[in-house]
């Protein structure tokens, strides 16, 4: 059931105009430092300016002034890339037009005509032995790798800067996931892949498995030789964090971010559709404002947007960010993947756990309440159930979150997986479903405007769904405790000592979890001074206690009554 | 490193903000290689977010062992103390925790 903030932002907040935004920054490839991704800022911008934010500013780094003269970085542009084999036959294997994922990058760029070089299969290519006894200087290795990125960084190394081959071709698909994602049903998916050094010594460039399979078939046959061009500069890098300001009134030091990242590959429509959203968010957050339907928010909110990982760093390392000022950093990675063609789901990837914070109980709370899509055959306005995925998995560092976890930021992550088409050159805008993109804008903008505008009464809701989150959990661990018993009981091998170890194991979790739950509550003291509030909160902790110590007996009963039962 | 009677504490050298980012690739895949032996839902992927949580846990409080079962129960995953020590003994010898031995009472 949705409150009147969640019912105004569904209203409000259009998936088709995140979208539109995704869309158009797709056309770009958006390295760190790029002409894409200073475009893509540029775009962000205007839009925030017009949306009537109360300021909107960059951090530019490396810069002395700024305090980040220490991000020192390559930066890389890319204008054309192609690869094709000149013998024994001629025919073009794929290009950045065709396929703009093929060019890893930071490659170096070759002569105007190109060079032409002998091909070499060193197999997986990621250990030495599949270098050692082979001529390679001048030559181009073709290694298939080990599905990981790391694979990829260790056979470039190998075979650029170690035995000295002039560049490397792959057909290493990363992030592979039986059934949906492997080389055998992607046979012409082409991943993005990234030179590992900034040595400046040489390229490299993806190609599909099909591309891969043909050329060693070819190569069992004789000698292949390939042409290879490429049009990139590697320069000294220049870039910003993007900031927009909406000012709190009451506690604007306290402060609720959005984060998302300007980067990624071309057309890269995943972290694309984190931008989206995030111009949309701030635009629907203005709009409600302007039209009186919510008040100023009484804490800040800001608006981040760079290079994932270094922009943000050089926010944190030009202001005097305190942490604890910091209630909450919702940070986008691809939140708008259509669900059936990239056989994904939303996730929110929790806030680590190891930092208290009511956040995670909040954004899991709002998931349920706003994840409503369809009505049931006896009904005409209650929508009860759920078409689009929404999924909560623990604290996974994928994006900008780990480094704000670092500095103990609770910084829920949302982003869609698994994904088939993940940084490979058929993510595109179309893989994206509008009504994903809203569905993460409703959650996360729910729960930013709560924190933002939250009072005693507010802060008193937060706290009734943290406790009441946190003695669900401890019926679901009772619940699982009871199932693994009967399961035990039900084994060809049981015993007083296996029933014994199951109760131990979840009683633990149920003390492991009161933890949690009693440091989530009392991080609500953080957003208002107030005493009769803190004396409820108070209480609360009690109470999580005693239902604790009550779970805890009912797991230990059951165990007990097991033991004394026949079937020991 | 540790008797019987001994508890191991983790203690973060002050002034130092422990990485973001992921352990050396070789100590991620011992890391998997010897916790897949005590539950096999262990993968590569894990070992990151893992490691960052045996981190961020440490607050010079928390034993080794604590923080072991701590982010077992966060991830369903069993975890051993000396899994989480395989990470702290490196975090230890580049010079950014250190180990402290505390009898148990």
């Known amino acids: 059931m949705m409150n009147n903030l969640q019912?105004?932002?569904?209203?409000?907040?259009?998936?088709?105009?995140?979208?539109?935004?995704?869309?158009?920054?797709?056309?770009?490839?958006?390295?760190?430092?790029?002409?894409?991704?200073?475009?893509?800022?540029?775009?962000?911008?205007?839009?925030?300016?017009?949306?009537?934010?109360?300021?909107?500013?960059?951090?530019?780094?490396?810069?002395?002034?700024?305090?980040?003269?220490?991000?020192?970085?390559?930066?890389?542009?890319?204008?054309?890339?192609?690869?094709?084999?000149?013998?024994?036959?001629?025919?073009?294997l794929t290009s950045y037009a065709e396929a703009p994922t093929c060019i890893q990058h930071w490659s170096i760029p070759t002569p105007p005509e190109g060079i032409i070089a002998e091909l070499v299969d060193v197999g997986i290519g990621t250990s030495n032995s599949d270098y050692e006894g082979k001529k390679l200087e001048g030559k181009i290795v073709l290694a298939a790798g080990d599905g990981h990125a790391e694979g990829n960084s260790q056979a470039y190394l190998l075979a650029v800067e170690k035995y000295g081959a002039l560049g490397l071709v792959t057909d290493n698909l990363i992030y592979q996931q039986p059934p949906f994602r492997v080389r055998e049903n992607h046979?012409?998916?082409?991943?993005?892949?990234?030179?590992?050094?900034?040595?400046?010594?040489?390229?490299?460039?993806?190609?599909?498995?099909?591309?891969?399979?043909?050329?060693?078939?070819?190569?069992?046959?004789?000698?292949?030789?390939?042409k290879v061009k490429i049009d990139a500069q590697n320069f000294s890098g220049e870039d910003s964090e993007l900031v927009g300001v909406i000012k709190g009134t009451e506690y604007p030091e306290q402060e609720i971010w959005f984060v998302a990242h300007s980067s990624g590959t071309k057309p890269g429509a995943n972290c694309a559709g984190g931008v989206g959203l995030w111009i949309e968010n701030a635009r629907t957050i203005m709009s409600l404002i302007n039209q009186g339907k919510i008040p100023r928010p009484k804490r800040t909110i800001k608006f981040l947007l760079g290079a994932e990982g270094m922009g943000l760093n050089a926010y944190l390392k030009s202001q005097n960010v305190e942490s604890k000022n910091v209630i909450a950093a919702f940070v986008y990675c691809s939140v708008g993947n259509d669900q059936a063609l990239n056989n994904s789901s939303l996730i929110l990837y929790k806030s680590a756990?190891?930092?208290?914070?009511?956040?995670?109980?909040?954004?899991?709370?709002?998931?349920?309440?706003?994840?409503?899509?369809?009505?049931?055959?006896?009904?005409?306005?209650?929508?009860?159930?759920?078409?689009?995925?929404?999924?909560?998995?623990?604290?996974?560092?994928?994006s900008d979150n780990s480094r704000l976890m670092r500095i103990l930021i609770p910084s829920p992550l949302f982003m869609s997986w698994p994904s088939q088409y993940f940084h490979t050159q058929f993510l595109t805008a179309d893989?994206?479903?509008?009504?994903?993109?809203?569905r993460c804008g409703e959650v996360t903008t729910s729960v930013a405007l709560l924190i933002a505008g939250a009072g005693v009464m507010e802060s008193r809701y937060i706290a009734q769904i943290v406790e009441a989150k946190?003695?669900?959990?401890?019926?679901?661990?009772?619940?699982?405790?009871?199932?693994?018993?009967?399961?035990?009981?039900?084994?060809?091998?049981?015993?007083?000592?296996?029933?014994?170890?199951?109760?131990?194991?979840?009683?633990?979790?149920?003390?492991?979890?009161?933890?949690?739950?009693?440091?989530?509550?009392?991080?609500?003291?953080?957003?208002?001074?107030?005493?009769?509030?803190?004396?409820?909160?108070?209480?609360?902790?009690?109470?999580?206690?005693?239902?604790k110590v009550d779970t805890q007996f009912r797991i230990e009963r059951f165990r007990s009554l097991l033991s004394r039962s026949d079937n020991i | 490193l540790k008797s019987n009677s001994q508890k191991i504490i983790p203690k973060i050298i002050e002034g130092i903000i422990l990485p973001v980012s992921r352990?050396?690739?070789?100590?991620?895949?011992?890391?998997?290689?010897?916790?897949?032996?005590?539950?096999?839902?262990?993968?590569?992927?894990?070992?990151?977010?893992?490691?960052?949580?045996?981190?961020?846990?440490?607050?010079?409080?928390?034993?080794?062992?604590?923080?072991?079962?701590?982010?077992?129960?966060?991830?369903?995953?069993?975890?051993?103390?000396?899994h989480v020590l395989l990470l702290f003994k490196d975090l230890e010898k580049r010079g950014l925790i250190k180990l402290h031995r505390r009898e148990i009472d």
Request: proline share 4%.
């Open chain 1, 187 to 226: 046979p012409d998916s082409i991943a993005l892949l990234r030179v590992p050094s900034r040595e400046e010594k040489g390229w490299a460039f993806t190609i599909s498995h099909t591309q891969g399979t043909y050329l060693r078939n070819l190569l069992k046959k004789g000698p292949v030789k390939l």
């Open chain 1, 353 to 398: 756990e190891s930092i208290p914070s009511f956040i995670n109980d909040l954004c899991i709370n709002t998931i349920e309440q706003v994840s409503m899509d369809a009505l049931p055959p006896f009904k005409d306005e209650t929508r009860d159930i759920q078409l689009i995925r929404f999924n909560v998995l623990p604290y996974t560092p994928w």
């Open chain 1, 470 to 547: 946190g003695k669900a959990r401890f019926n679901e661990v009772s619940i699982r405790a009871y199932n693994e018993m009967m399961d035990n009981i039900s084994g060809e091998v049981t015993s007083e000592d296996s029933l014994r170890s199951i109760s131990e194991l979840r009683q633990g979790e149920i003390d492991y979890l009161a933890e949690r739950s009693i440091e989530a509550l009392e991080s609500i003291r953080g957003l208002i001074d107030d005493n009769q509030l803190y004396r409820e909160l108070d209480e609360l902790i009690e109470k999580m206690q005693k239902v």
């Open chain 1, 7 to 92: 019912k105004n932002i569904r209203f409000e907040l259009d998936g088709h105009k995140a979208w539109q935004h995704a869309n158009y920054i797709t056309q770009w490839m958006r390295t760190p430092g790029s002409t894409g991704i200073k475009r893509t800022n540029q775009y962000a911008r205007e839009a925030l300016e017009k949306y009537g934010l109360d300021n909107v500013y960059e951090v530019k780094y490396p810069s002395r002034e700024n305090g980040t003269q220490d991000l020192v970085f390559t930066g890389w542009d890319v204008n054309d890339a192609s690869i094709e084999i000149v013998e024994p036959e001629v025919k073009a």
């Open chain 1, 431 to 438: 893989k994206l479903d509008p009504a994903v993109l809203k």
């Open chain 2, 23 to 82: 352990p050396d690739f070789n100590l991620r895949w011992e890391m998997c290689r010897n916790m897949k032996e005590v539950d096999a839902d262990v993968n590569f992927y894990s070992i990151r977010p893992l490691s960052h949580e045996f981190m961020n846990f440490i607050d010079g409080k928390r034993s080794v062992e604590e923080i072991a079962s701590a982010v077992g129960y966060e991830y369903n995953i069993k975890i051993d103390e000396k």
